[in-house]
């Protein structure tokens, strides 16, 4: 297939690049770089079977001759990237979401927009299931981030039934893996680089919030799968290996053979106390479930981290 991959310079949109073209696949990646960068996907130019557009998908979207699929990846992702860009954070759920489905509809191309579990808010529910509505606050401060998924999805189901678009809805649950930038606000990078440098590791609140970590090549295989299905309700991706924020310090100051203190501060406003993926229907309807064991991933990601050091 000739596939689009929206944000395709980023961490989760590059290794997807990279999965499908192993897959034997033409990719158009376009990023605009706002997050995303060359350094992800400078081992591909030169490959016959890969193009980069730099491009602002908020703006009209033209690409000559067939494509069959889109992937909707583009928007800043992490806490502080949505803080600190929380006008661009809204304009590429609503705006480029509107200008890649109707870049599927022009081409009679399938469509998957990477949606997120951040759709959830701080879930009053656990496991996570896909017909739970959720619970956003939506002038919080992660407000930007958690509506424009929301509203993303609620476009991309609009374009299914009024279009009659194939489209595809994945949510995403914390994925990590190589790539990841350093500075994101997320709590591997964060943690992993702390420990290397001999920081002290900042858990907020009491650490007793659960997070469930999936490896990034599990994830894009998930994915794949998905864009290859006859589905098209939201499928979440993730694994439901659940723990607390404190166990995980702990974990990675093991694996990184860190003196590392962990230090508490204060929890920031919304943040989820618990982060659960029910995966039921990617086993049923996807053959699919998380392969790789936390340890392996984080190894391989503290390894990544070590070299950039």
Partial sequence: MRIVVTGGAGFLGSH???FLINEGHSVICIDDLITGTTDNIAHLIGNDNFKFIHHDVTNYIFIEGKIDAILHF????SPIDYQELPIQTLKVGSLGTHKALGLAKEKKARFLLASSSEVYGDPLVRPQREDYWGNVNPVGPRGVYDEAKRFAE??????HYYHKIDTKIVRIFNTYGPRMRKSDGRVVPTFINQALEG????VFGDGTQ???FCYVSDMVEGIHRLLLADINEPINLGNPQEMTVKDFAKLILRLTNSKSEIVYKALPIDDPKIRQPDITKAKELLGWSPKVPLEKGLQKTIEYFQKKL
Avoid: I, N, V
Avoid at 74 to 77: D, E, F, L, V
Avoid at 154 to 159: D, F, K
Avoid at 199 to 202: C, E, G, S, V
């Fill in 16 to 18: 997807l690049c990279d």
């Fill in 74 to 77: 583009a928007s800043p992702s």
């Fill in 154 to 159: 609620a476009m991309t189901m609009a374009y």
């Fill in 199 to 202: 920081k002290p590791l900042t």
């Fill in 210 to 212: 659960t997070r469930s």
